[in-house]
C-alpha cells in the first residue's frame, strides 16, 4: 500500500481532513472543560443539533456558496443563543454543586435535545451537498482531491490559530486564561466571572455546531450522529489533556489518523484501538499529553 | 431511611412479588420480571455510588458480560445453566477485578472518564468480534433449560436470584466492610489514616459491583432470549445512573424505587408517545436541580414536614 504515492496521499489527506473537522468539535469541549470544569455529553447533540441547522439554512437560502456560509455561521449562532439560555437558566445553578450531577445535566440534556430533534426534523437521514464552489476535484499534483475535504484541510487550521490567538493575544482570552487558573481570585478583581463562564459554554456549543454544518456534507445527517461523535471528542481531549487546545488539536490528529489508516490497516478493529488508546493514556497520563497534573486527578 | 423501615419495606415489597404470579396476568408477570433486573442493576451500581463514592460511567460493560457469556455458554457450548451462569458472573468478575484495578487508580471524572472508556471498548469488540457476540445484529436464540420456559417459572427463578442477591448485598452494606466503604465515601483521607487500604476496598467494591451487574445481564439475556450490543453502549451506562440518583444514592432502596419507577414510566409513556427519553430527560433535569436527594430524599422531607405538622 506505501508502495503506491497516490493511494497514501489521498490517505493522508484523508485523515487530516477528518482530524480537523473533529478539532472543531473538541476544541469548544476543551474550552468547556477548561474553563468551567464540566465534562459535557451534550456537545455530541450540539454537533448534530448545528448540522440539522444549516440543513434548515440551506433549505431556505437554497444551496448556493453564500447559503453554505449562512448555514454554517446561523447554526453556530443559533445553538449559542439556545446554550445561552441554558447555561443561564439551567446549568450555573450547578456550578457549586458536585461533578456528578452536573455532568449528568449534560446527559439529560443529550436525551432532550435529540428527541426535539426527532420532533422537528424526523427520524430519517437527510444529506447536504457541497456548496457550488467546493463541489468536485482539485488536482494535486499528486493526485486529484475532493475540494471540500481540502477546504476542511484549510479551515480547521485557519480555526485553530483563531481560537489560538483570541486566547493568547487578546484581553479576553487573559480573562478566560485566568478564569481557569483562580476563577475566585479573577471574581475579586472585579471581572464579572458569571460573564466568562456563560461566554465559554455558549463559544463551546457554537463551536460545537459549527462542526456539524461543517460535517454535514460529508456524512449522513440522522438522529444518531451525536452518539459516537461525542465519544471521538473525548477521546480527543483526553489524548491531548482536558482544557488543551494544543492537546486537542493533536488528538484530533491522532485520532483521524488511526481511524482512516486504523480502518485500512486494521479493518474493523480500529474503533476498539481509539478506545484503547483513550484507556491507556487515561491510565499512564491521566492529563493528557499537553494537559497539566493537578490535584484533582490523584 | 432507619435500618428497620428499609427492612419492613424489603419484606412487604418480597411479599407483594410473592403474590404476583397469582394475578392472572402474563404481562403483568412479565413486566415483574424486568423490573426485578433493572432493580438488581441499580442496586448493584449503588454499591459504588452510593457506599463507595465512586461514579462509574461504564457499568453497563460488566451487565453486558454477563448477559453475552451466559447466552455463548448455554447456546454455543450447550452448559446447564448451574454451570453457565456461575460462570459468566465469574468472567465478569475477573475482568472487573482486572479493569477495576486500573480505574480505582483515578478519581472523581477521571475515573468516570476510565470506566467510560473501558465500556466502550467492550462495547467495540461486541460489534466487531462477530463469530462469538453475533455482532450488530446481537446474540439471538438462547437456548434456554426446559424449566425456565414457561413465563411463571422464569418469573420464580428471577424473584429467586434477584432476592437472594439483594439479601447478599444488604448484609454487605451493614457488614463492616459496608461501614469501611462509607468510611471511604465520606472521607477518603481520614479513612486511610485509619489503616484502611482504601484503593484495595474500592477495588473489592467495584468487583461485587460488577458482580451482580452481570447476574443481572445474565438474566435478561435468559429473559430476551438474546443479548443486544447497546446493553454496553454508554447510553445504558447512563440509564443506570439516572435510576440510582433518581431513587436516592444514600439508602440501602433507593435505587429499587428508581429503577422501578424510571421502569415502569418508560412503559407507560411508550404507550402514549415515542419521545421517552425526553421525558427521562426532563425528569432527569428535575432531579439534578430541585431534588439530589432523589425519591428517598423527597419522601423523608414530606415525612418530617408532615409530622412537625
Redesign the interface.
Given at each position: 500500500m506505501f508502495a503506491n504515492p497516490m493511494i497514501l496521499f489521498i490517505q493522508v489527506m484523508n485523515s487530516f481532513s477528518l482530524a480537523m473537522n473533529l478539532f472543531i468539535i473538541a476544541a469548544g469541549l476543551t474550552l468547556i472543560f477548561g474553563v468551567l470544569r464540566i465534562v459535557n455529553f451534550a456537545h455530541g447533540a450540539f454537533y448534530m443539533v448545528g448540522a440539522y441547522l444549516a440543513l434548515s439554512i440551506l433549505g431556505v437560502t437554497g444551496n448556493s456558496n453564500l447559503g453554505f456560509v449562512l448555514g454554517v455561521l446561523g447554526a453556530g449562532a443559533a445553538m449559542g443563543a439556545m446554550a445561552f439560555v441554558v447555561e443561564r437558566v439551567l446549568l450555573s445553578q450547578l456550578y457549586d454543586k458536585e461533578h456528578m450531577l452536573q455532568l449528568l445535566f449534560t446527559f439529560a440534556l443529550v436525551l432532550v435535545i435529540k428527541d426535539v430533534v426527532k420532533m422537528i426534523w424526523g427520524s430519517g437521514q437527510y444529506s447536504i451537498s457541497a456548496p457550488p464552489f467546493l463541489r468536485g476535484a482539485v488536482n494535486l499534483g499528486i493526485s486529484p482531491y475532493p475540494k471540500y475535504a481540502l477546504f476542511l484541510c484549510i479551515a480547521g487550521p485557519i480555526i485553530a490559530v483563531a481560537i489560538w490567538f483570541f486566547m493568547e493575544r487578546t484581553r479576553w482570552g487573559r480573562i478566560l486564561r485566568a478564569a481557569r487558573e483562580d476563577r475566585v481570585m479573577l471574581n475579586a478583581l472585579g471581572t464579572d466571572v458569571k460573564l466568562v463562564y456563560s461566554g465559554v459554554f455558549v463559544a463551546g456549543a457554537a463551536l460545537a455546531a459549527m462542526g456539524g454544518a461543517l460535517a454535514a456534507p460529508r456524512s449522513a445527517v440522522d438522529p444518531g450522529m451525536d452518539a459516537l461523535v461525542i465519544i471521538d471528542a473525548f477521546i480527543i481531549v483526553i489524548i491531548g489533556g482536558l482544557g488543551s487546545l494544543l492537546g486537542s488539536f493533536i488528538g484530533a490528529l491522532i485520532l483521524g489518523f488511526l481511524t482512516v489508516m486504523g480502518s485500512i490497516y486494521l479493518q474493523e478493529w480500529a474503533i476498539v484501538a481509539s478506545y484503547v488508546m483513550m484507556v491507556v493514556i487515561l491510565l499512564v497520563r491521566p492529563w493528557g499529553l499537553f494537559g497539566k497534573p493537578d490535584e484533582e486527578r490523584h | 431511611m432507619t435500618n428497620r423501615s428499609q427492612l419492613a419495606f424489603l419484606a412487604l415489597l418480597f411479599l407483594i412479588l410473592l403474590a404476583v404470579p397469582f394475578m392472572g396476568s402474563r404481562y403483568l408477570t412479565e413486566l415483574t420480571v424486568q423490573v426485578m433486573i433493572f432493580s438488581l442493576l441499580a442496586l448493584s451500581l449503588n454499591i459504588l455510588v452510593g457506599h463507595i463514592g465512586l461514579?462509574s460511567?461504564g457499568h453497563a460493560a460488566f451487565f453486558a458480560i454477563g448477559g453475552y457469556a451466559t447466552a455463548f455458554f448455554l447456546s454455543r457450548w450447550q452448559l446447564p445453566l448451574g454451570i453457565a451462569m456461575p460462570m459468566a458472573v465469574l468472567l465478569a468478575s475477573i475482568f472487573a477485578l482486572m479493569i477495576g484495578a486500573?480505574c480505582v487508580?483515578?478519581?472523581?471524572?477521571?475515573f468516570?472518564?476510565?470506566t467510560?472508556?473501558?465500556s466502550?471498548?467492550v462495547w467495540?469488540?461486541i460489534?466487531?468480534w462477530k463469530p462469538v457476540t453475533g455482532g450488530d445484529d446481537g446474540f439471538v436464540g438462547i437456548a434456554l433449560p426446559q424449566f425456565l420456559s414457561s413465563p411463571q417459572n422464569f418469573y420464580w427463578f428471577t424473584l429467586a436470584v434477584v432476592s437472594i442477591s439483594t439479601a447478599l448485598m444488604w448484609v454487605l452494606s451493614k457488614s463492616t466492610m459496608g461501614q469501611i466503604f462509607v468510611a471511604i465515601r465520606e472521607n477518603e483521607t481520614r479513612a486511610n489514616f485509619l489503616g484502611v487500604n482504601v484503593r484495595q476496598m474500592q477495588l473489592i467494591g467495584f468487583v461485587l459491583a460488577a458482580l451482580f451487574a452481570a447476574v443481572a445481564g445474565s438474566l435478561m439475556s435468559m429473559y430476551l432470549r438474546g443479548m443486544y450490543p447497546q446493553s454496553a453502549?454508554?447510553?445504558q451506562s447512563?440509564h443506570i445512573?439516572?435510576s440510582v440518583?433518581l431513587g436516592g444514592v444514600h439508602s440501602f432502596v433507593g435505587p429499587i424505587l428508581g429503577a422501578s419507577l424510571l421502569y415502569l414510566l418508560e412503559v407507560t409513556i411508550h404507550q402514549y408517545t415515542?419521545?421517552w427519553?425526553?421525558v427521562?430527560?426532563?425528569i432527569?433535569?428535575i432531579v439534578?436541580?430541585v431534588l439530589?436527594e432523589g425519591l428517598i430524599g423527597l419522601f423523608r422531607k414530606l415525612y418530617t414536614s408532615v409530622r412537625r405538622e
Open positions: - | 461514579v460511567f486500573l487508580r483515578l478519581k472523581a471524572i477521571y468516570a472518564m476510565l467510560l472508556a473501558f466502550m471498548l467495540g469488540i460489534i466487531k453502549f454508554w447510553t447512563g445512573v439516572i440518583l415515542q419521545y427519553p425526553l427521562m430527560g426532563l432527569l433535569i439534578v436541580l439530589p
